[in-house]
């Protein structure tokens, strides 16, 4: 499922797409989505798997940590560079630990502990806000090479 | 979607022909794990060239479906991991160490007829 946003009033941002993430369907869906918008920033080749995958990885977070939520899919430029923004929110328990959830090998959930390190690796940044009981943003961004 | 599933002589396989949803996975897992003992295969490729993503899950269950075919007897080849693909599997660390992976299907043929020559050479 995915709907349309007005513009973002923020400098350099542009409309937005968001994606409801609630089931395992809704991973590919979101996956896909990003795909596109990649490629037609201009993204190729082993970038566009990189996006994809990155993705897949924060919406099954989602799924498997808050059980529902979304991915806001959005373009950013820097400098006129151009970059896709992937935002995904819940409203889940939060992560008590960031740092620790950062560290490579943690995982409290059924995965392979590679979550949220994995996708900082895939992307050029990365920020995350995580409050107890009050779910968990994470923004990832990707500029054109 | 679910995969289709053929059997050719003593292997079956699985061709996968469009991106898979978490259950499609798993049902995929089932599907061989029963099919193995079904048709009495010796072998079992899985082909994932048309799959543009293989994230933690993907990664993971076919480890699980090639442990679980080794307990039936069989064998597994995972045939088909595009070069992007392997480029961000490595990213991510995600690793199919003690799975065996061919080129493509004709590789993974080669590789399955090899090892039944070889299993019949020892009997």
Redesign the interface.
């Known amino acids: 499922m995915s709907s349309s946003r007005a513009p973002s009033a923020e400098p350099g941002q542009r409309d937005e797409s968001v994606v409801a993430i609630g089931s395992s369907a809704d991973i590919v869906t979101a996956r896909q989505q990003g795909r596109a918008l990649a490629a037609s920033l201009g993204f190729a080749g082993s970038d566009l798997t990189v996006i994809a995958t990155a993705i897949s990885e924060l919406a099954r977070n989602i799924i498997e940590y808050a059980t529902k939520g979304e991915i806001v899919l959005s373009q950013d430029d820097a400098d006129g560079r151009p970059g896709i923004v992937i935002v995904a929110r819940d409203e889940g328990p939060g992560i008590p630990d960031v740092s620790r959830a950062l560290s490579a090998g943690y995982s409290t959930g059924m995965g392979l502990g590679l979550g949220l390190p994995g996708v900082r690796r895939l992307m050029d940044e990365f920020e995350i806000t995580s409050n107890a009981g009050r779910g968990t943003t994470v923004a990832v961004r990707k500029w054109l090479p | 979607m679910r995969v289709p599933i053929l059997k050719q002589s003593q292997y079956v396989i699985a061709s996968i022909q469009s991106?898979?949803?978490?259950?499609d996975l798993l049902q995929l897992r089932d599907d061989l794990v029963q099919n193995v003992g079904r048709y009495r295969s010796r072998g079992v490729i899985v082909d994932v060239t048309v799959l543009?993503?293989?994230?933690?899950?993907a990664?993971?269950t076919l480890r699980a479906i090639a442990h679980m075919i080794r307990l039936r007897g069989a064998e597994t080849v995972i045939v088909g991991i595009?070069?992007?693909?392997a480029?961000?599997m490595v990213?991510?660390?995600?690793t199919l160490e003690d799975v065996t992976t061919a080129l493509d299907l004709e590789e993974g043929l080669a590789y399955l007829n090899h090892q039944m020559a070889g299993a019949a050479h020892v009997k």
């Open positions: 991106a898979l949803s978490d259950e543009d993503v293989m994230d933690s899950f990664v993971r595009q070069p992007e693909v480029f961000a990213q991510l660390g995600l």
